[in-house]
């Protein structure tokens, strides 16, 4: 092996997928409020938490790697298949050539056949084919956008108001059942209720047996039209992974890890907000869905039971829950076309790296996207050489708050940046540390993607 392969194969280690035990649920209380008038954007204010007896802030998850290649960026030049130490769930990841100097030529990479699924946990793919009654269109073809329209939705992207409002209130100390949490929560609920498109919001908030005992958790889901059949999937997680203050006092609070994610929805939700208004009216048969999930993070070190609360909740509940309402063949989870998660987002020059076949169609819009918002000359900071979005490059999945609904066979965009920046679960993961133009250039993507896939 040669001499740097070691780093590189941790720091593209993901925890293995695991079998997962359901989390009992205690109660669901679903609180269902409906946003009128569009209410003034405040400031949450930070707080003193107490925390839980002490976790071990490594908590026996994998330290961030330093194997990461100059500027962040780590040289794909082989096939790796990575068993990472002598566990019992072994993994596989496929990792095809990168060619071309600087990594930008990605017409003559070399396309891997991979298997992609090496840990055995293939997923229920209960349709592979197209049933209007019970199953997800695949085919769904996304709308070509006019370079005009795209100007115009970009130019309503606010950056200012993204860091201002939306994330700089969420970098406080998050973990589950914190006095923080609730701050956040309240945060993103409150300015999801004060959208003109009178989003639906529901709290999904039950209990769970944590290493700490009994939790409460509560994911938070905005449904545009709680009446359609369908559903675009926007996900990420508001919890930020407790560690004890350090010997400089310093708490954890997770910029990239997610509250970059939370305030790019955020943002991309109150920057679309007139065309969503319009989307609404038009009654179509899909609409869009944002989830904000708690408990992503292991309180203490990452298990099958000890991590992903929110979305093991929410996933076995979706699958419980019958939609359409009068229907009794089909589900919630039924609903959801794509689940597309954000995660690990904030840092310059992130690399994105498709992880599932069936959705390769949608990522490679992200590709196209990013080049055509780059030819426009719409993105700062992005020289020809650096691009986003690798559509040549397959790369086996990691653990995540998709994995729930994986198993479940809905289709996944995972859109994490590998290798995981530097900064990943350390007290550095701050807002000193984000780079605001990537940031505003990846909310500009997402919001062309939503425009194409919802038409809009
Ligand atoms: C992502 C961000 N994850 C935690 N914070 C999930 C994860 C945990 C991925 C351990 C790989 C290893
Ligand atoms: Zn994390």
Not at 205 to 212: A, I, M, Q
Not at 336 to 362: E, I, R, S
Request: aromatic share 8%.
């Amino acid at each position: 092996m040669e001499q740097n392969t070691f780093s590189r194969i941790r720091l593209w280690c993901p925890r293995p997928l695991g079998t997962y035990s359901q989390n009992k649920q205690c109660c669901i209380s679903v609180k269902k409020t409906t946003g009128d008038a569009r209410s003034k954007e405040s400031e949450a204010s930070c707080s003193e938490n107490l925390p839980p007896a002490p976790a071990n802030p490594g908590g026996g998850d994998a330290a961030p790697g330093d194997g990461q290649g100059e500027e962040g960026r780590v040289m794909l030049d082989t096939w790796y298949v990575i068993k990472p130490g002598n566990t019992k769930e072994k993994i596989a990841f496929f990792v095809a050539h990168q060619c071309g100097v600087g990594g930008s030529s990605r017409s003559n990479a070399v396309k891997v056949k991979g298997n992609w699924s090496t840990d055995g946990t293939k997923p229920k793919r209960r349709r592979k084919s197209h049933d209007p009654a019970k199953g997800r269109p695949f085919e769904h073809k996304p709308k070509s956008v006019m370079s005009s329209q795209v100007r115009h939705l970009i130019s309503l992207i606010d950056f200012q108001r993204l860091w201002n409002i939306f994330l700089v209130p969420m970098l406080i100390e998050r973990y589950p059942g914190s006095e923080g949490i609730k701050l956040v929560r309240q945060h993103i609920q409150g300015h999801l209720e004060s959208l003109l498109a009178q989003w639906t919001v529901e709290l999904d908030t039950f209990e769970d047996s944590t290493p700490h005992g009994m939790l409460v958790f509560s994911n938070i889901v905005a449904t545009l039209d709680p009446s359609a059949r369908r559903r675009l999937v926007l996900a990420c997680h508001y919890d930020s992974k407790y560690f004890p203050r350090d010997d400089q006092g310093r708490v954890y609070v997770g910029a990239t890890d997610s509250a970059v994610p939370c305030s790019m929805m955020l943002e991309l939700a109150r920057s679309l907000d007139k065309e969503l208004v319009k989307h609404k009216g038009k009654k179509l048969d899909l609409t869009l869905q944002m989830l904000f999930l708690d408990g992503e993070e292991a309180l203490v070190s990452w298990t099958p039971t000890d991590s992903l609360y929110g979305s093991r909740h929410l996933a076995e509940r979706m699958s419980r829950t019958k939609h359409p309402v009068n229907t009794a063949s089909t589900t919630l989870i039924d609903s959801v076309d794509m689940f597309v998660l954000l995660d690990l987002l904030g840092v310059a020059k992130p690399v994105f790296l498709n992880h599932f076949k069936d959705t390769a169609q949608w990522f490679n819009r992200l590709v196209g996207i990013e080049k055509r918002l780059h030819n426009l000359g719409l993105l700062q900071l992005h020289p020809l050489e650096v691009t986003y979005f690798n559509g040549n490059t397959y790369y086996g999945p990691i653990e995540d708050d998709h994995v729930p609904f994986l198993r479940k066979g809905v289709p996944i965009l995972h859109l994490i940046s590998t290798p995981f920046p530097r900064v990943w679960h350390t007290m550095d993961d701050t807002a000193e540390n984000l780079h605001p133009p990537t940031i505003e250039n990846l909310c500009k993507i997402l919001s062309v993607f939503l425009m194409e896939y919802l038409g809009l």
